[in-house]
Structures are given as C-alpha cells and as structure tokens.
C-alpha cells in the first residue's frame, strides 16, 4: 500500500496547487540516513552510520537579537492563513541535513509568509525570500546544513524509524518543496534554522535547542480524592523501570498516596487502567501497559486493600491524550487512570 506523507511544515493546499503548477522542481538528493538527537546528543537510527554533533556547529559570536532572531522586511506579510504557525516553549523539529534528519526539541517558533507592497498582497518571488532569509542567518554566523528538496527515500526511513504510516513530524517541507536549513551555537544552545518555500509562498522554522524539563510531580491523596469526586477519573504518573512493570521508589510513594484515599473511602472501588506511549510494538505497548496496571493493584492489594475494589486493565498507546511526537508528550501518555466503579 502507497503511503500518503502528510508534514507538519507543508504549505497549506491552496498553496500547493499553486506551486505544483509553477514550480520547477530542483534536483533530489540521494542520501536516506535517518539520525536522531535527543536533548541535543545525537544517536542513530538502527541501520544508518552517520552521526549529527551538535557541537561541531559554528559558535556565533554576532549579536542575535531577540528569538526568533529576525524581525520582517516591509515586503513580506504574516498575514497569510498558514496552517501551521506555532509558538511553543517545548516542542520538536525534525532537520534535515546532508547527512539525514535530526531530531530537535526546544523552543519552536514556525510562520508562514507572503509578499505585501503597500499594505496589498503582491506577487510571490521565491528567490527573493529564500536569498533574504539565508543571508540574515548566514550574518548570524550559522553554517547551512542542507538546501534542495528532501529525498523521498529520506521521508520514508523517518517515518519507519517513527513506526509511522503518515508523516506527522514537523521538519519544514514536503519532499516537493524546497529547504534551506542552517544550525549555529549561542550560549551553548545549539539554534537551528529551516527556510521552506516553493512557487506560492514560504515559511521559517526556528527551533533553539533544550534538554526536556520533567514538571510532573507526584499526585497526592487530596487531589486524587477530589478528581474522583469531581469527575470520577484521576490521572496518575507511576515510575516503573523502562519497558517493565517494576515499580520504582517514587512509584511506591504514588501507590501509598491511592492507598490513603481508598482507606478514607471504604465504598471506594476503582478500576485500574495503564497507558503507555506509541513507541515500538503496539501488541508489546498493550501487554505492558496490562502488566503495569496489575503491578499498582497488586502492590494495594499487599498494603491491605481488598482485591474485590481493584479491577486492572490495560490500553496500550490507544485514548493518547498528548502529542507522541514529543518526550514531554509520551511521558504525559505514560499514565495510570484511576476510574470510579
């Protein structure tokens, strides 16, 4: 079955017809590596030999301004109706280079563009944009990693890596429009850079680089007290040792806080439900995630519930209520749901 790949950074459709009808398309590159960076480490992708250092990009010593490290020229417009401009303090860019993509997480900024003159839409000059754009990040002092359009073979690879029959990732293009990606340090943050474009209009991508920072905490037995009785569900973020149903100490601390209000309220029943995220196996991800509930009610069950309140069930990644796409995200899908019986 053909794959149909649906990007994050594809210029919206009315765009796209446009550029599909005007655009000359440039030569594709050959190289289908797929690489990986997390928290700005890169690992690869099982099956590809190349190795993205964030530390081999050039430290710029320029003044950068404010991020996202441009300001716009009075002949383009914002006012475009793209339909992926994002703002976020904590998300992910996958960027291409010659070598295969990198995956990205920190600050995101995304917008689209077109050309205005006199407050008015005026005609799209793609080389215009793209040779502004790539001059501003080159006085900034960033190298360019990548610039043509993004190999087909590449796409498909992400996607596999990804366990993925659609393309949701964001990296800045279709594999029919062309990129222009740079990358530089400041401050020891690596920044990167996309210029994605094609005969109808453009949009940038800039991602500055962060480790992720965990803000969930443990819940305690008066807020979980309180969901139930408000909405009959409380959301849970038990520690177990990776890929296992091994609870670790924290876990343990959870478990003694479900004890608590199930102790207060003696009628209380509850079912048990685990979730993990969508990485690898799905058949894999619905055992653990049975294995996990088992383990909170078998660990009550020891500290002195009865077994006939507590019912453990399991979904694997199924009702994800978070972006798989991000660490912040799984780690939010990785849950526990008490459910009021």
């Known amino acids: ?26 030569d594709e590159g050959k190289n289908d590596t797929v690489v990986v ?51 976020s303090d904590f998300g992910k860019l996958e960027i291409y280079t010659k070598d295969g993509f990198i995956s990205v997480e920190g600050k995101v900024f995304i917008k689209g563009y077109q050309m205005t003159n006199g407050g008015q839409r005026a005609d799209w000059d793609e080389y215009r ?21 993004v190999p087909d073979d590449a796409i498909e690879g992400l996607n596999k890596a990804n366990n993925r029959d659609n393309y949701y990732y964001e990296f800045g293009t279709s594999s029919h429009d062309n990129l222009v990606t740079y990358g530089v ?14 005969s109808a209009g453009g949009a940038i991508y800039v991602i500055e680089a962060e480790p992720f920072q965990q803000t969930i905490g443990i819940i305690k037995a008066d807020k979980i007290e309180k969901d139930l009785a408000e909405s009959g569900k409380s959301i849970l973020y038990i520690n177990f ?43 894999h991800n619905l055992q653990l995630s049975k294995d996990r509930a088992n383990a909170v009610v078998a660990s009550l ?41």
């Open 301 to 341: 069950i020891q500290g002195g519930i009865d077994k006939t309140r507590l019912a453990a069930k399991g979904f694997g990644a199924n009702d994800f209520i978070a972006d798989n796409s991000t660490e912040a995200g799984k780690e939010q899908n990785r849950r526990v749901e008490l459910v009021k019986k």
């Open 241 to 283: 040792d990776t890929d296992k149903a091994t609870l670790k100490t924290e876990g343990k601390d959870a478990i003694n806080e479900i004890a608590k209000v199930l102790q207060k309220n003696k009628d209380l029943k509850l079912d048990v439900n685990g979730y993990t995220d969508n990485v690898g196996d799905a058949d």
């Open 1 to 26: 079955m053909k794959k149909n790949t649906l990007f994050f950074g594809v210029l919206p459709a009315f765009l796209m017809l446009n550029a599909c009808n005007n655009a000359e398309k440039q």
């Open 129 to 149: 944009f793209v040779k502004s754009f790539s001059k501003h990040f080159e006085s900034l002092g960033a190298t360019k990693l990548f610039e043509g359009e």
């Open 37 to 87: 960076v997390t928290d700005t480490v890169a690992t690869t992708v099982p099956g590809n030999a190349a190795i993205f250092d964030p530390s081999s990009l050039p430290v710029s010593t320029a003044d950068l301004g404010e991020y996202p490290y441009f300001a716009l020229p009075d002949w383009v417009s914002d006012d475009t109706g793209y339909g992926y401009d994002k703002k």
């Open 185 to 198: 340090q400041k401050d020891n943050k690596p920044i990167y850079f996309a210029i994605s474009s094609n």
